[in-house]
């Protein structure tokens, strides 16, 4: 198939699963908001989601801070605008980097074991078991994870946002030169809520999208371990797109006017 | 015996996967407080009829009543309420293997009659012991144990609730033929001192002999005999011979073809 043949069945894929994804999470929110609840699910769920993402998402972040320390000195040095750094480093990882990377981090590690875990359970007939079980699977696994992801990872995102600022002032004193607490201060200076609030939103929507698309590609899996698969890649891959794309609207929202 | 009511009525029940015709108008009944096992060559839809009847699979045609009441026609809420009622053994155990044994075991408890968790493990370790398994294996997960003590937990899983309506997808596969005999005692006495409605799917004819008040047997698509366990030796049956003395030469083929039909 040539490429542009593969990308449009790949469009056509998208909007025809679009359909079916909009009714698997209508179902499981008007489901599970209603209740009955499973607080040890939940609990274990934002335990998964949000403790033990850290440090992927700690990791990622320090060395985003670092390089982008780093990437706009090489940069502003030529029209002698260094002090412009913190401000530059603050505003992308609050904005931007800070929730899509920890969003993309999220996906490759969440999204992608969400998927291979309700697979599994789909082809060992463990979800049909629940249902004999008088035990609603969309109350039971996909609430639990949708709310997970939405309050876990602006809250993960947070710590990016810290974590990535204090890489980019690690490189900016230690290498180029910059005073601490200055630094420091001009971060604070330039810092409003209004970027930060932008990107928790974005990590509350990002957070949502990857373990929807987790749940959704697993419970819908079909086929063994073969199926399996498949779903944790579907899972991953739209993950990712849908991540990127939110983050365009959202932005738009927010900053637009 | 006097004439009981009819706890599970399935009549014209078709389905098909793509072109595999598997169930072709099936009709069955069961009895309240009766055993009724299905028989039948591997393949020939058991599983499906059952998954029909529990609403995993969803039928193309036909009448599936529990006490009385079309589930196909009902409300959500009315076919949950119905289907509440049957407590199921998967073929394949189906155990949540994020959670300890004891959890399976007493997952129904909790969800449905809404017992505390410790109380509910006291009636899970009571229950294993029932199926022959203990307090040992309570805190182990289903990973960690033999395909024959996962079908026992599946089976304590199915039966802790004391459900009216029990269905047994092959409980006694991959036993040995001691335990086999044990569990066909406890599907049994579930049946006769609980009262329950048990309807069976298996291929051993020991077990068959031992917890069948009545057999039926489904070959393409329908039940082509259905009587009196009694009566299994002397049914007058070809196919059901074949099928009871495991013969390989007879009506029914050996060689399996995907059941099709043209059209
Ligand atoms: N989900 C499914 N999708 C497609 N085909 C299916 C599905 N489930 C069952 N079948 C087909 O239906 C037929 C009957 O399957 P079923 O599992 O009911 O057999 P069975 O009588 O229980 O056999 P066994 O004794 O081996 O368990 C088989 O031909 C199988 O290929
Ligand atoms: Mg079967």
């Known amino acids: 198939m040539n490429p542009l043949a593969l990308t449009g069945a790949a469009v056509l894929g998208i909007v025809s699963t679009l359909g079916g994804l909009v009714t698997f999470a209508l179902r499981a929110l008007s489901r599970g908001i209603v209740g009955p609840w499973y607080p040890r699910q939940i609990l274990r769920q934002m335990l998964d989601i949000g403790y033990y993402s850290l440090p992927v998402v700690g990791l990622t972040a320090i060395f985003t801070g670092m390089v982008l320390a780093l990437q706009s000195y090489t940069g502003f040095s030529r029209f002698q605008a260094q002090s412009a750094i913190p401000n530059i480093v603050v505003l992308s990882m609050t904005r931007e980097l800070g929730p899509v990377l920890a969003g993309l981090m999220v996906a490759g590690r969440v999204g992608a074991s969400m998927a291979a875990e309700l697979g599994t359970m789909r082809v060992t007939e463990q979800i049909d078991a629940l249902s004999t079980l008088s035990t609603d699977p969309y109350r039971y696994l996909v609430f639990p994870r949708l709310l997970g992801g939405v309050l876990m990872l602006p809250a993960l995102v947070l710590v990016a946002d810290v974590i990535g600022i204090m890489g980019g002032w690690l490189v900016s004193t230690v290498k180029l030169g910059f005073n601490p607490v200055s630094y420091v201060n001009s971060t604070f200076g330039f810092l409003s809520t209004g970027d930060v609030v932008s990107g928790l939103v974005k990590a509350a929507v990002f957070g949502f999208l990857v373990c929807l698309m987790g749940c959704y590609q697993g419970y819908m899996s079909r086929g063994g371990a073969q199926g399996v698969g498949t779903a944790t890649t579907r899972a991953v891959v739209a993950a990712s797109i849908l991540i990127l794309t939110s983050d365009y609207i959202v932005t738009e929202i927010f900053f637009s006017h | ?263």
């Open chain 2, 1 to 263: 015996m006097a004439a009981r009511e009819t706890k599970i009525s399935v009549k014209g029940l078709a389905k098909a996967f793509g072109r595999n015709h598997v169930l072709r108008g099936l009709d069955i009944e069961v009895e309240a407080g009766t055993s009724v096992v299905v028989i039948g060559g591997s393949g020939t839809g058991k599983s499906v009829l059952i998954k029909s009847i529990l609403g995993i699979v969803e039928p193309d045609a036909g009448q599936i009543l529990i006490d009385g009441q079309d589930v196909l026609a009902a409300s959500r809420r009315q076919a949950q309420a119905l289907r509440g009622q049957i407590g199921m053994l998967f073929q394949g155990a189906a155990l949540f293997d994020s959670l300890p044994v004891w959890e399976n075991v007493a997952f129904g408890l909790m969800a449905k009659a809404k017992i505390p968790r410790d109380q509910a493990r006291v009636r899970a370790v009571e229950t294993l012991e029932a199926v022959g398994l203990g307090e040992p294996v309570a805190d182990l997960f289903p990973a960690e144990l033999s395909g024959g003590m996962q079908k026992r937990v599946g089976l304590a899983r199915a039966i802790a609730t004391r459900p009216a309506i029990l269905f047994f997808d092959e409980p006694t596969t991959g036993l040995d033929p001691i335990m086999a005999d044990v569990i066909n005692d406890l599907i049994r006495s579930v049946v006769s001192d609980l009262g329950a409605t048990a309807l069976s799917i298996t291929h051993d004819m020991a077990s068959v002999r031992k917890i069948a008040d009545r057999v039926a047997m489904l070959y393409e698509g329908r039940i082509i005999w259905e009587g009196p366990a009694k009566d299994i030796d002397a049914s007058g049956n070809p196919f059901v011979d074949q099928f009871v003395h495991g013969r390989a030469d007879g009506p029914i083929a050996t060689i399996q073809a995907p059941q099709r039909r043209a059209g």
